[in-house]
């Protein structure tokens, strides 16, 4: 038995202290780790304190981060990967509801103040507490992301956020995974109190504890959500509502939450065992391994040009059209001046109006949105060459337009500045003949709709300074995107996997007389965010024309003529109203065939044979660094179904199930 008091005990992952009112300051500081995460060592140390307090109280506990700007990210995945047996990860979801329990229920008061990321077991832990304390300043966030990794909150989060704050609002913070700034979970109940930049959350914390706070208690409609009748309604609509974007099929996890709550929602003990049979057998499931292998990609593409020393401030784009001007207003709401340049202003005026309305969506505050409108310039002249940090060329698709425009460009670019290309396909070494640095040139590929594409192709070829792609790379990490690293070759690598798939859906339409929304149906059968004929008319048929040809092969020849039908006749998809189908506020409408009378099965394999025979090819040409990075490459550039954790690592698992 240890007798050294727990304040002088040393722990590796905590450190402790107290005050002159015998009220305990508990830091969780893990050991190693640029933030915290719950590990099993971790929460075995919380065991052991916890065990001290029960039988020698303080007068209060506060429980704090020793990480400036970062609470708790939650549990720590790459622990998850060693659960093989349902039964045995359920009894470790039940051994950490017993220690969080005995948290809930110490003799004397407990309040946890939050700064920064508080979100899935780290919330979890914090619902504990008697009340809570958040810093309400812009880097913190409070949420449960657990269903984007195959499972639902596990650690006591379903029992007792629908308690808290009422099914309606918890529910949904659970189903949609969203960060809640500060004033959001206030508003919501999940949060007591908010302390501002200039406040301390230490003299809330000491106060909360000597007035013996504790958070209010919902209201009686709030109540009764999780009583009566009330309750198999509210779960068909989430059932609707999350069906519209998830298949149960693909994705269980969002559906167990909503059963377990539509059965048990008036019992938080039961709910507790729900979570612990339910969360075991979703962690030891292939969605979700497979959506934590999705997780780890993200983390990897993340760490790319981490390494190079580049920063910017102002960013000039050259082409107004849909992705030049969409790409300039995503710099400016990541916080960059851009000078936007093109022919005449009557080119420029529609990506502004498209900027405000981004910058109203995005921003809501309207002083944010008029500061991020005075960040983004006309620039007919080009004057903002000179001082950019950040050159983008995203011109029309033709190889002399662009050599004319960069042997222009070149003699007044500032040193030390990016010089990029946005082509969807054409290699560098082609655009590069006319420049006195060509190693300078690199692509920075985005992908339409800007806002809404996390992946950007970092494109460079033999000659390609390689310090110019670490840059490159850096810049989109600036921007909040993926950079992906590829070989200049047609296509690169998205566009290259992409324009088989597009054509051979084309090729099925033309020759087999397969409708459109039959060929989207059996695409997104399979897992896939859009089928190919939506997708097509999302990127502009324009653009999927001159990749098509650029790119060859029978399925696209067959496919070029229609494309080019629909081009001369101004039908280029969503951003014209019309191409395969007739748009209405953003959304496809057009044909309703009977699915029934088609084979949506064998549809879906020789549609998607085109898509993983290229991804094979690419590989093998070393397009990217590996088989993971393309995989990456593939989930979030595409949107390849996530719950088969990337088109390689499905064909591996394939061939594993066939053996």
Same mark, same amino acid.
């Given at each position: 038995?240890?007798?050294?008091?727990?304040?002088?005990?040393?722990?590796?992952?905590?450190?402790?202290?107290?005050?002159?009112?015998?009220?305990?300051?508990?830091?969780?500081?893990?050991?190693?780790?640029?933030?915290?995460?719950?590990?099993?060592?971790?929460?075995?140390?919380?065991?052991?304190?916890?065990?001290?307090?029960?039988?020698?109280?303080?007068?209060?506990?506060?429980?704090?981060?020793?990480?400036?700007?970062?609470?708790?990210?939650?549990?720590?995945?790459?622990?998850?990967?060693?659960?093989?047996?349902?039964?045995?990860?359920?009894?470790?979801?039940?051994?950490?509801?017993?220690?969080?329990?005995?948290?809930?229920?110490?003799?004397?008061?407990?309040?946890?103040?939050?700064?920064?990321?508080?979100?899935?077991?780290?919330?979890?832990?914090?619902?504990?507490?008697?009340?809570?304390?958040?810093?309400?300043?812009?880097?913190?966030?409070?949420?449960?992301?657990?269903?984007?990794?195959?499972?639902?909150?596990?650690?006591?989060?379903?029992?007792?956020?629908?308690?808290?704050?009422?099914?309606?609002?918890?529910?949904?913070?659970?189903?949609?995974?969203?960060?809640?700034?500060?004033?959001?979970?206030?508003?919501?109940?999940?949060?007591?109190?908010?302390?501002?930049?200039?406040?301390?959350?230490?003299?809330?914390?000491?106060?909360?504890?000597?007035?013996?706070?504790?958070?209010?208690?919902?209201?009686?409609?709030?109540?009764?959500?999780?009583?009566?009748?009330?309750?198999?309604?509210?779960?068909?609509?989430?059932?609707?509502?999350?069906?519209?974007?998830?298949?149960?099929?693909?994705?269980?996890?969002?559906?167990?939450?909503?059963?377990?709550?539509?059965?048990?929602?008036?019992?938080?003990?039961?709910?507790?065992?729900?979570?612990?049979?339910?969360?075991?057998?979703?962690?030891?499931?292939?969605?979700?391994?497979?959506?934590?292998?999705?997780?780890?990609?993200?983390?990897?593409?993340?760490?790319?040009?981490?390494?190079?020393?580049?920063?910017?401030?102002?960013?000039?784009?050259?082409?107004?059209?849909?992705?030049?001007?969409?790409?300039?207003?995503?710099?400016?709401?990541?916080?960059?001046?851009?000078?936007?340049?093109?022919?005449?202003?009557?080119?420029?005026?529609?990506?502004?109006?498209?900027?405000?309305?981004?910058?109203?969506?995005?921003?809501?505050?309207?002083?944010?949105?008029?500061?991020?409108?005075?960040?983004?310039?006309?620039?007919?002249?080009?004057?903002?060459?000179?001082?950019?940090?950040?050159?983008?060329?995203?011109?029309?698709?033709?190889?002399?337009?662009?050599?004319?425009?960069?042997?222009?460009?070149?003699?007044?670019?500032? $040193?030390? +500045?990016?010089?990029?290309?946005? *082509?969807?396909? =054409? !290699?560098? /070494?082609? %655009?590069?003949?006319?420049?006195?640095?060509?190693?300078?040139?690199?692509?920075?590929?985005?992908?339409?709709?800007?806002?809404?594409?996390?992946?950007?192709?970092?494109?460079?070829?033999?000659?390609?300074?390689?310090?110019?792609?670490?840059?490159?790379?850096?810049?989109?990490?600036?921007?909040?995107?993926?950079?992906?690293?590829?070989?200049?070759?047609?296509?690169?690598?998205?566009?290259?996997?992409?324009?088989?798939?597009? $054509?051979? +859906?084309?090729?099925?339409?033309? *020759?087999?007389? =397969? !409708?459109? /929304?039959? %060929?989207?149906?059996?695409?997104?059968?399979?897992?896939?965010?859009?089928?190919?004929?939506?997708?097509?008319?999302?990127?502009?048929?324009?653009?999927?024309?001159?990749?098509?040809?650029?790119?060859?092969?029978?399925?696209?020849?067959?496919?070029?003529?229609?494309?080019?039908?629909?081009?001369?006749?101004?039908?280029?998809?969503?951003?014209?109203?019309?191409?395969?189908?007739?748009?209405?506020?953003?959304?496809?409408?057009?044909?309703?065939?009977?699915?029934?009378?088609?084979?949506?099965?064998?549809?879906?394999?020789? %549609?998607?044979?085109?898509?993983?025979?290229?991804?094979?090819?690419?590989?093998?040409?070393?397009?990217?660094?590996?088989?993971?990075?393309?995989?990456?490459?593939?989930?979030?550039?595409?949107?390849?179904?996530?719950?088969?954790?990337?088109?390689?690592?499905?064909?591996?698992?394939?061939?594993?199930?066939?053996?």
């Amino acid at each position: 038995m240890n007798n050294t008091p727990l304040k002088d005990r040393q722990f590796k992952h905590w450190k402790l202290s107290s005050d002159i009112d015998n009220v305990l300051w508990l830091s969780i500081d893990r050991a190693g780790e640029r933030v915290n995460s719950l590990s099993l060592e971790l929460l075995a140390e919380l065991d052991t304190i916890v065990g001290s307090l029960e039988s020698d109280a303080p007068a209060g506990l506060v429980l704090q981060s020793a990480k400036p700007g970062s609470f708790v990210v939650g549990a720590d995945v790459r622990e998850f990967d060693a659960y093989d047996d349902a039964s045995v990860a359920s009894e470790g979801i039940r051994r950490v509801h017993r220690l969080l329990g005995r948290i809930e229920a110490l003799p004397f008061p407990t309040v946890v103040t939050i700064d920064g990321y508080c979100l899935g077991g780290g919330l979890e832990l914090a619902l504990t507490f008697d009340y809570i304390i958040a810093s309400s300043v812009e880097h913190t966030r409070l949420g449960f992301p657990e269903i984007q990794l195959g499972i639902y909150p596990g650690f006591g989060g379903s029992a007792r956020s629908v308690q808290r704050i009422g099914a309606s609002k918890a529910m949904s913070l659970m189903l949609s995974s969203r960060n809640l700034r500060p004033q959001a979970a206030r508003a919501m109940g999940l949060v007591d109190e908010l302390v501002g930049a200039h406040g301390s959350l230490r003299w809330a914390a000491r106060r909360a504890i000597k007035q013996g706070r504790k958070s209010r208690q919902p209201g009686s409609v709030t109540r009764l959500q999780n009583f009566g009748p009330i309750r198999p309604l509210l779960a068909r609509m989430m059932r609707k509502q999350v069906s519209a974007k998830a298949n149960p099929g693909h994705y269980p996890a969002p559906f167990e939450l909503i059963e377990a709550w539509e059965l048990h929602g008036d019992d938080p003990h039961r709910m507790l065992v729900e979570e612990s049979e339910r969360v075991g057998k979703l962690i030891t499931g292939e969605t979700s391994r497979n959506l934590r292998r999705v997780f780890f990609l993200m983390e990897r593409l993340k760490e790319i040009g981490k390494q190079a020393d580049f920063s910017a401030r102002r960013v000039h784009v050259i082409g107004a059209g849909v992705m030049g001007g969409d790409i300039a207003a995503w710099c400016v709401l990541q916080g960059l001046e851009v000078t936007l340049q093109d022919r005449e202003l009557s080119y420029i005026e529609p990506a502004l109006k498209r900027a405000k309305s981004l910058f109203r969506k995005k921003l809501r505050d309207p002083n944010k949105v008029e500061a991020a409108l005075s960040r983004l310039l006309p620039d007919v002249e080009g004057k903002g060459v000179g001082k950019a940090d950040v050159i983008i060329e995203a011109i029309f698709e033709d190889a002399d337009a662009k050599r004319a425009l960069f042997a222009s460009l070149e003699p007044r670019l500032k $040193a030390g +500045a990016i010089l990029a290309t946005n *082509t969807s396909a =054409i !290699p560098l /070494d082609e %655009l590069a003949t006319v420049l006195e640095q060509p190693e300078r040139l690199i692509g920075i590929h985005f992908f339409n709709p800007v806002a809404k594409m996390p992946l950007v192709e970092i494109v460079h070829d033999p000659q390609t300074d390689a310090a110019q792609v670490a840059r490159g790379a850096a810049f989109c990490r600036l921007i909040n995107r993926f950079p992906l690293p590829v070989k200049s070759t047609p296509g690169f690598l998205v566009n290259r996997v992409l324009s088989g798939y597009m $054509a051979r +859906a084309m090729t099925m339409h033309l *020759t087999q007389n =397969i !409708p459109i /929304d039959v %060929l989207d149906h059996a695409a997104k059968s399979f897992g896939m965010p859009m089928g190919p004929v939506e997708l097509a008319d999302t990127v502009g048929l324009d653009v999927c024309l001159n990749v098509v040809t650029m790119l060859g092969g029978d399925d696209a020849r067959k496919g070029a003529a229609r494309l080019q039908q629909m081009v001369n006749e101004g039908n280029l998809g969503r951003k014209s109203g019309k191409g395969f189908y007739n748009w209405v506020k953003g959304k496809p409408k057009g044909t309703s065939s009977d699915i029934k009378d088609y084979p949506i099965e064998h549809i879906t394999k020789e %549609l998607m044979a085109p898509y993983f025979q290229a991804c094979e090819t690419a590989l093998a040409d070393d397009i990217v660094e590996d088989a993971d990075v393309l995989d990456a490459g593939m989930i979030f550039g595409t949107g390849f179904a996530p719950f088969r954790g990337g088109p390689l690592h499905y064909l591996r698992q394939q061939e594993q199930d066939n053996d």
